[in-house]
């Protein structure tokens, strides 16, 4: 049984290794984490095999997937279709009234993923870095171009081939165009895109000047970010896991001076989940570790901040009390998100706008690769 | 006797076809994948029509042009640095000590995979890194935003400066492996006597004299890494520019792109590259053209000295440079792996922990298994099947008759030499992943066996490369002693040439281990990620987001490949000293002539 999944964070990979000797000893089903360093290499590699006619005895059993490459999968037949609702913990993330569990970034998953886990884009900064410099802490859309303006340099994001990248510029396109915000809940029309490009191609052309390296180079990967504040070269970033911010402290990565918080604007947030591919060979034993992933017991563990802190995809008034008891540990840690504070959620744009917000940004500012 | 000797033969024979094919196969079967696409025709997506439509729209691209001048820039100004600054070393130091305290100071450059090499550059020039933190004096400073130069600048001064100091480190230890070949041996020091005799300085001997006997004995591997500097893919990802990138970067995000129709523009760029690296190559001998010409008038010139001054000073700033950066990315690596809080400007962290090498360990103890089987399974057979090959070329020159022999060998050798330099000539992401297709075709499963082939394209031409220059330059009279005692070809073999040989032999498998120890594509690729190696896993880690477990992963990577170089410098002193082996000989063969 393999499980292909992105193994760039320590917190994921220990949470996944916890999973193998769970479902080892319980159902005896040996699960292997196949790091990926680019989840789109084992999409590639599934599609390879449908080419020559590899039909039932894939190299993937389930992967890790959401947004673009789901789109992909889904285009090229590659996932099996309705599968999860042969998972009875999937009736736990209440499908019926919740449609962000049968929906990826606007497209219908018609039962070939199961949801895993959520997220919302937060903004964390050092707190050392803003008083060293004279700085407030930019809560909205116009107030980090000002933070950019004052303090260069010490702000950037990837490139729109990166998730992270990409969520950033729709962040941006959102919120500077909130009164017309239905167009990103239709499929991309020219129409539409060129209605919102006005905006945000003003405040990205200010903007860029002002980035690390002047925006000349930006990074390749999400998790650089994380690096450069953690280094001191950056002061201020943003990231969809709320909580491997305080995990990231508390294992060195990032500093004490650490602050995490949400744009008072909104904030970007999505669902992510696990596809079954088309040509497992271990159908029935991929069925029953997503139900174990699905598990409050599991999910439970991914969300405490020590291990992970993902939040949980299952709706609370399908559990027990007792089940309930299992999510509600008490986390204060001075680096963590205030979850007391509401915030406002954007969700996530129809999925034709990802490659069209990409083209159109690599269009006016070069292709990066 | 004789039909031993046959035997023994054939098996060379079939060594030598074996290694022809195990090189070529892999690699024509991947080609026929990429050209194929290039040219518009790839099924799986639709795509029927030959045509020269992707080549098209490859040169449309605004910034084509600048990632080819980026490749062949970074690629060939890093190579010729890289010799100017190997050869300086060898002429300033070849006759003295320094040079083997110098092969110490390398090894961990050598022996470290390019992406590992790269990110420890970028530990120690970013802004926020050692160099910037030894030169901060205020306290509470925090680093420097503005742009930091040989990181990510658009010359790509970075992937340079990386190139050059992985590949100093390698022409030298070439050029090492050469002259210290008996024949070789004598021929320099007979050279360096005359030279020296007639007031010629030592440098200007080494130039004047040396490199034309040295020079044509390491061109092959010169070239290699000379394709292997424009068409490499970790080093630009982690310090080159991306406005644009080398063409190289943009074949495998075009590869990777989930978009699936780029495959087709991918395919051509990789048929690009392909051309990339064959102008680089005619500038480079373009370049020896030249240099030759102007070698022939200073031979007539009669200068004694040949720029000493400034080849003492450039080697002198060349081993400055280098144990500076051992030294600074040892203590950077060793500290960031154990590393608690590590604030700016502090030289030193807040305090220790062992949980990072907890999580790596516990997290690669498998990976480290696997490597190990891999590399030494990859290593071993390359190693048999090019001393066979190498013996069988010795035996074809004396089974033919004399007039025929040279044209076998000349056919043969220009044959190998080709084959040898397929699998470095063809970007690995453009064959590995045509190779996939067909692994997918046949024996799906067999997924140790795919992994096995990938890495023994890769592997082979390195051990070849490594061995056949002492192979080749093996004194040829102690066989001919050996055999007119009346040793059979595989006596001579086995007793006389491998014993002689052991130093180069264990140094090609030592470089075998470390080359397949590095593979990560073609891990990855051809094993869909079921087997993970130390690389395979050090890449993620690069990818993610912890320094110090990025530390611990560089760390291991550096470890594995060196233990197998120590060794390799270790053992064929205990095993083989000449004083030994005449003792043996003296005490386990009382009668020379008992052979068969």
Not at chain 1, 165 to 187: D, H, M, R, T, W
Not at chain 1, 289 to 305: D, G, H, I, M, T
Not at chain 2, 381 to 409: C, I, M, W
Request: glycine letters at 6%; aromatic letters at 12%.
């Amino acid at each position: 049984m393999r499980l292909h999944a992105w193994g760039g964070s320590a917190q994921v990979n220990s949470y996944l290794q916890w999973v193998a000797q769970q479902v080892e000893s319980k159902y005896g089903i040996r699960l292997q984490h196949v790091k990926l360093a680019d989840t789109s290499d084992a999409v590639s590699r599934v599609l390879a095999e449908k080419a020559a006619g590899n039909n039932s005895n894939g190299s993937v059993d389930l992967i890790w997937i959401n947004g673009e490459n789901f789109a992909a999968m889904k285009k090229h037949g590659l996932l099996v279709q309705n599968w999860v609702n042969d998972i009875d913990n999937f009736a736990l993330t209440n499908p019926e009234d919740n449609p962000a569990m049968i929906t990826d970034f606007g497209e219908p998953t018609e039962g070939m993923e199961a949801p895993w886990g959520k997220a919302s884009m937060v903004f964390y900064y050092r707190k050392t870095h803003l008083e060293k410099l004279n700085l407030t802490v930019p809560k909205n859309i116009h107030e980090l171009m000002q933070f950019a303006q004052q303090a260069p340099g010490r702000f950037t994001y990837p490139v729109p081939t990166d998730y992270l990248g990409i969520s950033f510029v729709k962040y941006v396109a959102i919120a500077l165009n909130q009164a017309q915000s239905e167009l990103f809940y239709a499929p991309v029309t020219p129409s539409a895109l060129s209605q919102i490009t006005p905006a945000l191609w003003q405040y990205l052309d200010q903007l860029h000047p002002n980035l690390w390296q002047k925006g000349e180079y930006f990074v390749r990967q999400a998790s650089k970010l994380q690096r450069m504040v953690g280094s001191g070269e950056l002061s201020l970033a943003f990231s969809f896991t709320a909580a491997e911010i305080p995990s990231a402290v508390e294992r060195f990565d990032l500093p004490l001076d650490i602050r995490t918080y949400s744009m008072s604007d909104g904030s970007l947030a999505n669902v992510h989940f696990i596809g079954l591919t088309f040509n497992s060979a271990n159908k029935a034993e991929a069925k029953a570790v997503v139900n174990f992933l699905l598990s409050p017991e599991a999910q439970a563990k991914k969300q405490r901040v020590q291990v992970w802190g993902d939040d949980t995809v299952l709706a609370m008034s399908k559990l027990s009390q007792a089940e309930q008891a299992l999510f509600s540990t008490t986390q204060s840690h001075p680096s963590a998100l205030d979850k007391t504070q509401s915030t406002l959620l954007f969700a996530e744009p129809h999925t034709s706008w990802t490659d069209a917000l990409r083209q159109a940004w690599e269009e006016r500012y070069g292709a990066r690769y | 006797m004789i039909g031993y000797s046959n035997y023994f033969y054939r098996v060379t024979i079939l060594a030598r076809w074996l290694l022809l094919i195990l090189l070529t196969v892999p690699v024509l079967a991947g080609v026929v994948g990429v050209v194929l696409p290039a040219f518009g025709y790839f099924p799986a997506i639709g795509a029927n029509a030959v045509s020269m439509d992707v080549f098209a729209r490859l040169f449309a691209l605004d910034d084509a042009a600048e990632m080819i001048a980026l490749s062949l820039t970074t690629g060939a100004a890093s190579t010729l640095i890289a010799c100017l600054c190997a050869f300086s070393l060898l002429a300033v130091f070849y006759r003295t000590r320094v040079l083997s305290w110098l092969q110490g100071l390398f090894s961990p450059f050598l022996v470290l995979p390019h992406a590992a090499a790269s990110i420890s550059l970028l530990f120690l020039l970013s802004p926020s890194g050692f160099f910037a933190r030894l030169f901060t004096f205020d306290s509470d400073a925090i680093p420097s935003s503005s742009q930091s130069y040989f990181l990510f600048d658009e010359l790509g001064l970075g992937i340079v400066l990386a190139l050059i100091v992985k590949e100093v480190p390698f022409i030298l230890l070439m050029a090492l492996s050469v002259m210290s070949q008996p024949l070789i041996k004598e021929k320099i020091n007979g050279y360096f006597n005359v030279g020296v005799s007639l007031g010629y300085s030592s440098i200007s001997v080494f130039f004047k004299l040396i490199l034309p006997v040295l020079y044509p004995q390491i061109r092959l591997p010169l070239l290699a890494v000379l394709v292997f500097a424009v068409s490499n893919v970790e080093i630009p990802l982690i310090l080159g520019p991306n406005n644009p990138s080398t063409l190289a970067v943009a074949v495998l995000h075009w590869f990777n792109h989930i978009d699936l129709s780029m495959r087709l523009m991918a395919s051509a760029a990789a048929v690009v590259q392909v051309g990339v690296a064959a102008v680089a190559i005619g500038l480079v001998i373009l370049i020896e053209n030249i240099l030759a010409w102007l070698g022939e008038r200073s031979w007539l010139s009669g200068k004694r000295t040949f720029g000493d001054d400034g080849l003492k000073l450039l080697s002198l700033f060349v081993v400055a440079g280098y144990a500076v950066l051992v030294a600074g990315t040892l203590f950077n690596l060793v500290l960031f792996s154990v590393a608690q809080h590590w604030p700016f400007p502090q030289v030193l962290p807040s305090g220790l922990t062992v949980l990072h090498w907890q999580s790596v360990l516990e997290a690669a103890l498998e990976p480290i298994i696997n490597t190990l089987i891999l590399g030494g399974m990859v290593s071993l057979t390359a190693l048999v099947l090019v001393l066979l090959a190498l013996e069988n070329e010795v035996l074809g020159s004396f089974n033919r008759a004399p007039d025929k022999a040279h044209s076998y060998q000349s056919n043969a050798g220009a044959l190998l030499n080709i084959a040898l330099f397929l699998p470095l000539l063809v970007p690995g992401v453009a064959f590995l992943y045509g190779l996939v297709w067909f692994q997918q075709i046949a024996l799906k499963n067999a997924v140790w066996f795919h992994v096995y082939i990938a890495h023994i394209v890769y592997v082979m031409p390195y051990v070849f490369l490594s061995l056949a220059i002492a192979y080749r330059k093996l004194d040829s009279r102690y066989a001919m002693v050996a055999q007119s005692l009346g040793k059979s070809p595989i006596r001579v073999f086995l007793s006389i040439k491998l014993p002689l040989l052991a130093g180069p032999i264990m140094v090609a498998f030592a470089l075998g281990l470390a080359i397949s120890f590095s593979q990560y594509l073609p891990t990855l690729l051809a094993t869909g990620g079921a087997i993970s190696t130390v690389t395979t896993e050090a890449v993620a880690a690069a990818s993610g987001s912890s320094m110090r477990l990025s530390a611990a992963y560089v760390i291991i990577q550096a470890v594995l490949p060196l233990v197998g170089f120590l060794l390799a410098w270790w053992l064929p002193g205990v095993l083989f000293t000449p004083r030994k082996v005449q003792i043996n000989n003296k005490t386990t063969s009382p009668q020379p002539f008992r052979g068969s």
